[in-house]
């Protein structure tokens, strides 16, 4: 076959729990159209969920079908494309034997994405497919994509995410934990909802009445559950009536695997999975007023093609990450009863501090981000106790979900949170060495921003409105202006010194013009 080769061609490659897939797409006039997709089934997430490995023999099947497809990308052309894997691989103990094998038979890199990764680009362009609606459904609403081992669960109030929760529970993990069950009892689908329940039936939604006005669900049997009810998508997304679902999944809740195939026209391996989604959605309805689902019709690879194809849109899905990681963090810190005024100087005078040493830091700016999230949540330990405060936002800091965040960059934030006042990086912390040497070094420095921050706040009174910094050869100079007593102030700042010069070989010096001093 003859194809016409193009420079504006990329291509994703998606190996999910229970299917291989790729897209190749191009770009014409600034619309992005495909010109393949191609899937085959696999059964990595069977494996993972139920034995913790990805046996050889898949990863031999696997490396075939990839090797087919590279055939394929290099017949289009393709210069440019991405491997990625999600929870089968996240999953897998023996992922980095499987990564290694893949680098070497078939010169592919497989990046695996963590779970808010995953996510994040998934609701970004759940997004982006809500504001093309006339009659938009983003007020108030409950956000979830439900995977083959994940539910992501957002909640948008119509300009920002506020809550971002990720539960390891997903339709075939779900099906796998449980499936031994099915053939003790009849009265299977009550021990799923149960056990559905004691899961996530313990997240509260901040809203008027514990509910969301619009329910937002996607997820790799949407479609499917859409064909069934006899719905077809409008403007890129299903509206599913709940009623609807709710009488789908009474109809099969008590027929066999064999029955639900024969009935639907389907593949007995999809049968099985059409249950545990349903039981899933369901439970989901719970937490919405609304009578009806939106389902739009989006997956992880259109965010990945976007990328790849309009750069531009990279910068623009970072700003998204940013701006809702920090409202996700700000209702954290309510929660916590942070001082919102004290964390939002700290975070401007950080963010002064890191943009004019960005020629000493070499620092990117997902790392400024981590600066912004450690400011707004420093002070949460003391929601614990305020014996072992900084202890306490450690432990805290780490295990929380935020939007777009990866688990690594929790723990950054976590150390610099940990070290915000005069205790420092050091190697008598058995957890701290246990960071990379990169990680290490990148923890140092922030926290020498963010401690020379904090203290120009230390009594929590925001006596200094603003800052003027400069960075005049080996020094950095901080000015400020102020009527108030800021001797507290120009102490705690004396206190972090030494370890910014430590880390930047500068000496940072701090000049307020005042009437009191």
Same mark, same amino acid.
């Given at each position: 076959?003859?194809?016409?080769?193009?420079s504006r061609? @990329?291509?994703v490659?998606?190996?999910?729990?229970n299917m291989?897939?790729?897209r190749?797409?191009q770009?014409?006039?600034?619309e992005?159209t495909?010109?393949?997709?191609? &899937?085959y089934?696999l059964n990595?997430?069977h494996e993972?969920?139920?034995d913790?490995k990805?046996?050889?023999?898949?990863?031999?099947?696997?490396?075939?079908?990839?090797?087919g497809?590279?055939?394929?990308?290099?017949?289009?052309?393709?210069?440019?494309?991405?491997?990625?894997?999600t929870?089968a691989?996240?999953e897998a103990?023996?992922?980095s034997?499987?990564i290694?094998?893949?680098?070497i038979?078939?010169?592919?890199?497989?990046?695996v994405?963590?779970?808010?990764?995953?996510k994040?680009?998934i609701y970004?362009?759940?997004? #982006?497919t809500?504001?093309?609606?006339e009659?938009k459904k983003?007020?108030?609403?409950?956000?979830s994509y439900?995977?083959?081992g994940t539910?992501?669960?957002?909640l948008?109030?119509g300009?920002?995410?506020?809550?971002?929760?990720n539960?390891?529970?997903?339709?075939?993990k779900?099906?796998?934990?449980? /499936?031994n069950?099915?053939?003790?009892?009849?009265?299977?689908y009550?021990?799923? &909802?149960?056990?559905?329940?004691s899961i996530?039936?313990h997240?509260?939604? %901040?809203f008027?009445?514990?509910?969301?006005?619009?329910?937002?669900?996607?997820g790799n049997e949407i479609?499917?559950?859409?064909r069934?009810?006899?719905?077809m998508?409008e403007? /890129?997304?299903?509206?599913i009536p @709940?009623?609807m679902l709710s009488?789908?999944?009474n109809?099969i809740?008590?027929?066999s695997?064999?029955?639900?195939?024969?009935h639907?026209g389907?593949?007995e391996?999809?049968?099985?999975?059409?249950y545990?989604a349903l039981?899933?959605?369901?439970?989901l309805?719970?937490?919405?007023?609304?009578d009806?689902i939106?389902?739009?019709?989006?997956?992880l690879?259109?965010a990945l093609?976007?990328?790849?194809?309009?750069?531009?849109?990279g910068?623009e899905y970072? !700003?998204h990450v940013?701006?809702?990681a920090?409202?996700?963090?700000?209702?954290i810190?309510?929660?916590y009863n942070?001082n919102h005024?004290?964390?939002e100087n700290v975070?401007?005078?950080a963010?002064?501090?890191f943009?004019?040493?960005?020629?000493?830091?070499g620092?990117?700016?997902?790392?400024?981000?981590?600066l912004?999230l450690? @400011?707004?949540?420093?002070?949460c /330990?003391?929601?614990?106790?305020?014996k072992?405060?900084?202890l306490?936002?450690f432990?805290?800091i780490? !295990?929380?979900?935020i939007y777009?965040?990866?688990?690594?960059?929790?723990?950054?934030?976590?150390?610099?949170s940990r070290?915000?006042e005069y205790?420092?990086p050091?190697y008598?912390d058995?957890?701290?060495?246990r960071?990379?040497d990169? #990680?290490r070094?990148i923890?140092s420095?922030?926290? @020498?921003i963010?401690?020379?921050? #904090?203290?120009?706040d230390?009594?929590?009174k925001?006596?200094?409105?603003d800052?003027?910094?400069?960075?005049?050869?080996?020094k950095?100079?901080?000015?400020a202006?102020?009527n108030e007593n800021v001797?507290?102030?120009?102490?705690?700042?004396?206190?972090?010194? %030494?370890?910014?010069?430590?880390v930047? /070989?500068c000496?940072?010096?701090?000049?307020?013009r005042?009437?009191?001093?």
């Open positions: 076959m003859n194809r016409k080769k193009s061609v @990329a291509a490659i998606d190996i999910g729990s291989l897939k790729m190749i797409s770009l014409k006039k600034r992005i495909d010109l393949e997709k191609l &899937e089934p990595l997430g993972v969920f139920t913790g990805i046996r050889f023999e898949s990863l031999r099947e696997l490396s075939g079908i990839l090797h497809y590279s055939s394929i990308l290099k017949e289009y052309g393709v210069d440019q494309y991405k491997v990625v894997a929870t691989f996240r103990k023996n992922r034997y499987v290694d094998q893949l680098k038979q078939n010169d592919m890199t497989v990046q994405l963590e779970d808010d990764q995953e994040t680009l970004s362009e759940i997004l #982006n809500l504001d093309k609606m009659n983003g007020e108030n609403a409950l956000i439900i995977g083959a539910i992501g669960f957002s948008y109030n300009k920002h995410m506020i809550f971002s929760q539960i390891p529970m997903g339709a075939l779900l099906h796998d934990m449980l /499936g069950i099915q053939e003790l009892t009849e009265d299977f009550t021990v799923v &909802e149960e056990y559905l329940n996530i039936g997240i509260r939604i %901040p008027s009445k514990g509910l969301v006005s619009n329910l937002i669900l996607t479609q499917l559950i859409a069934i009810c006899g719905v998508p403007n /890129g997304c299903y509206t @709940a009623q009488d789908l999944f109809q809740r008590s027929m695997q064999e029955k639900i195939s024969s639907y389907i593949n391996d999809t049968a099985e999975l059409l545990s039981a899933i959605y369901i439970r309805i719970e937490f919405s007023e609304s009806v939106i389902a739009p019709k989006v997956e690879w259109d093609m976007r990328h790849m194809l309009l750069p531009k849109s910068e970072f !700003d940013r701006e809702n920090i409202s996700c963090a700000q209702e810190a309510k929660t942070c005024l004290h964390s975070r401007k005078f963010c002064r501090i943009d004019k040493m960005k020629g000493a830091h620092l990117d700016h997902r790392k400024r981000l981590l912004e450690a @400011a707004i949540l420093h002070d /330990g003391y929601y614990v106790t305020a072992q405060h900084l306490s936002t432990d805290l780490k !295990d929380i979900d777009g965040m990866t688990d690594e960059e929790m723990l950054i934030t976590a150390y610099v070290y915000n205790d420092v050091n008598d058995i957890e701290f060495i960071l990379s990169k #990680n070094l923890v420095k922030l926290v @020498a963010f401690r020379l921050a #904090n203290a120009l230390k009594a929590q925001q006596k200094l409105k800052i003027r910094v400069k960075l005049d050869n080996d950095l100079l901080i000015t202006d102020s001797y507290l102030e120009k102490w705690a700042f004396e206190q972090c010194a %030494p370890f910014f010069q430590e930047f /070989g000496n940072p010096i701090l000049t307020v005042s009437s009191l001093i």
